[in-house]
Nanobody, 117 residues
Framework: QVQLVESGGGLVQAGESLRLSCAAS????????MGWYRQAPGKQRELVAT???????NYADSVKGRFTISRDNAKNTMYLQMNSLIPEDTAVYYC???????????WGQGTQVTVSS
C-alpha cells in the first residue's frame, strides 16, 4: 500500500505561480512512474505530466513550457512547478503513483487549484 498526500494548492491570479507537492509514504513497493492529473468541473480527469524514477518526463501540450515536474526519490516526493497560470488551469490536481508491475497504481486525495482572471 502506498499513500499519497498532495499539498500546495490554492487561489491565485492569472500569471502567478504555484508549486504542488506529493509525498508518498514509505513502502516496500518501489514506485516507477509518478504523475499529476487534473479534473475540472464537468470534465474528465486528464494527464498533466508524468515522471519516471529515472527522471524521464512527459507533459500535456496545454502545459508545456509553463509547468515543470520533478521528483526527489530519496524523499519519495514529487513536485509540480506551475508558472504563468491561466484560468483554464483551474481544477483539482491529483497525484498518481504507478508501481513497477505496471498494473498497480495509487491516487492522492487531490488539491484544489483555482486561477482567477
Amino acid at each position: 500500500q502506498v499513500q499519497l498526500v498532495e499539498s500546495g494548492g490554492g487561489l491565485v491570479q492569472a500569471g502567478e505561480s504555484l508549486r504542488l507537492s506529493c509525498a508518498a509514504s514509505r513502502s516496500r513497493f518501489s514506485i516507477n512512474v509518478m504523475g499529476w492529473y487534473r479534473q475540472a468541473p464537468g470534465k474528465q480527469r486528464e494527464l498533466v505530466a508524468t515522471i519516471t524514477r529515472g527522471g524521464g518526463t512527459n507533459y500535456a501540450d496545454s502545459v508545456k513550457g509553463r509547468f515543470t515536474i520533478s521528483r526527489d526519490n530519496a524523499k519519495n516526493t514529487m513536485y509540480l512547478q506551475m508558472n504563468s497560470l491561466i484560468p483554464e488551469d483551474t481544477a483539482v490536481y491529483y497525484c498518481n503513483a504507478l508501481l513497477y508491475d505496471g498494473r498497480t497504481d495509487y491516487w492522492g486525495q487531490g488539491t484544489q487549484v483555482t486561477v482567477s482572471s
